[in-house]
């Protein structure tokens, strides 16, 4: 439990100092990227999904995921991490398994999926 806790205080604060280097990009996000940056998705894999030392890349995502299975893996990461050994292995390299984001609706889920499909 004190473990789950310091995971989540460093991974609020990490996503403040990253909140706080701006986007110098001059259009307004969207609705997909709001939710990552809301989900505390960036804590981990950067504010623009650049990866980071707690959670990888989220670049060319489109070359191993669809739609829907994006969105699964979002709620329950679990799951496909187990049963599949491109994502077993990449888990092994970073300190934190993916918090399930549960809590978001499954439209909520989509749009992040989208947005990280379009990147």
């Known amino acids: 439990m004190r473990r789950q806790i310091v995971t989540h ?3 609020t604060y990490l996503f ?3 909140a706080c280097t701006g ?3 001059s259009r307004p996000p969207s609705s997909g990227e709001l939710l990552y940056r809301q989900a505390l998705c ?3 894999h950067g504010y623009h999904g650049q990866g980071a030392w707690m959670g990888p890349p989220l670049e060319d995502l489109n070359e191993n995921w669809s739609r829907d299975t994006l969105q699964e893996f ?3 990461p679990t799951v496909l991490t187990e049963s599949d050994q491109r994502l077993s292995r990449l ?5 934190t ?3 399930p984001q549960s809590t978001l609706s ?3 889920r989509l749009e992040i999926a989208d947005w990280l499909l379009s990147r």
Not at 91 to 95: N, T
Request: one cysteine or more.
């Open 9 to 11: 205080l460093l991974a």
């Open 16 to 18: 403040a100092l990253t």
């Open 23 to 25: 986007d110098s990009e």
């Open 42 to 44: 960036a804590s981990c």
């Open 74 to 76: 979002i709620r329950d």
């Open 91 to 95: 888990a092994e390299k970073f300190p």
């Open 97 to 99: 398994a993916m918090a």
């Open 106 to 108: 499954g439209d909520q």
